[in-house]
């Protein structure tokens, strides 16, 4: 790997405390570019506009999504950025560069009845695993926790007489996230029977202080819980991705009333403009129950 692009992800994983999601897309983003520079016997510091145009319209000919080609300036930009700074460039090629604005797609909520169903599934089961699951998805969809937060919780994070999350969130920033009363009831049960169970596995790490753990007693990953939602989605016959949960808990704060800038501070957003979209989902639903239940809200035919 290109020397340039190796101390800048050092610098993003101790630094910037990026997540590893992140450190591999700039990762590829990063090769790929550099793979281009050299066929063309080109440097990165020698780098220009016109250049990186250029490298840029061979991606969209090589079908590349809109998406994916401003994920990539985001990455070819931060990395520039960082030379810059460091002394190694004067200038930054991307600095100037902004693809067409790609129209963001609104997240889809888990509706209340896939949820009735979920749990419904989940309360019916009687193997050993059943808290755990239960406990996860209650903190996905009444926490509002990502699912790599949940993957992430530690027994230190919980703080049981206030029944808050202390929840470690991106860029390893920390929140206060409040529990509801059923969700600590859940926990406190897991964490006094299911995991003890799981942790005296043959295999188990007796010293984890994760909270979900897997059948073999070692922590959840974040693949892991997603496994585990996959197989929920086969038995009630609906797919669930882990962000519809999210979704549906900062979509349900906002129908009942609460403050933007609240919701914002649950769902550990860095950006108000993030939590933001949220509003749209909430007068979507609006407009559609409108429509469909108001006497004078359905259109008259022509």
Do not use: C
Not at 113 to 119: A, Y
Not at 162 to 181: A, D, F, S, W
Not at 235 to 243: A, C, F, N, Q, T
Not at 285 to 301: C, D, E, I, L, N
């Amino acid at each position: 790997m290109n020397q340039l692009l190796v101390s800048f992800l050092d610098y993003a994983l101790h630094e910037r405390k990026y997540s590893i999601h992140t450190l591999k897309a700039y990762e590829r983003d990063g090769e790929h570019y550099f793979a281009f520079l050299h066929q063309h016997h080109l440097t990165f510091d020698g780098a220009t506009v016109v250049i990186v145009r250029q490298y840029l319209a061979s991606l969209r000919d090589q079908g590349m999504s809109m998406v994916s080609l401003r994920r990539h300036i985001a990455s070819l930009k931060h990395l520039y950025q960082f030379h810059v700074r460091q002394g190694h460039l004067v200038m930054n090629p991307f600095a100037l560069l902004e693809p067409n604005k790609v129209p963001k797609k609104l997240p889809i909520p888990a509706s209340e009845s896939l949820m009735h169903s979920i749990f419904d599934y989940l309360t019916s089961r009687e193997d050993p695993l059943k808290l755990r699951d239960i406990t996860m998805i209650e903190l996905m969809y009444h926490s509002g926790l990502r699912v790599s937060e949940v993957a992430g919780l530690t027994l230190a994070m919980i703080d049981k007489n206030k029944r808050i999350l202390r929840v470690t969130g991106k860029g390893n920033k920390q929140r206060i996230v409040p529990m509801r009363e059923s969700t600590q009831d859940y926990l406190h049960a897991y964490l006094q029977s299911t995991r003890v169970t799981l942790l005296q596995q043959p295999n188990a790490d007796p010293a984890s202080f994760r909270v979900f753990l897997n059948d073999k007693g070692h922590g959840l990953t974040t693949r892991g819980i997603q496994f585990i939602l996959h197989r929920i989605s086969q038995h009630v016959g609906l797919h669930i991705h882990p962000h519809q949960l999210r979704h549906a808990f900062a979509t349900e704060l906002l129908d009942k009333g609460a403050d933007l800038l609240m919701i914002q501070e649950l769902l550990g957003h860095e950006s108000i403009q993030t939590t933001q979209i949220y509003t749209h989902v909430s007068t979507e639903s609006m407009v559609k129950a409108y429509h469909a239940f108001h006497p004078r809200g359905k259109q008259k035919k022509r």
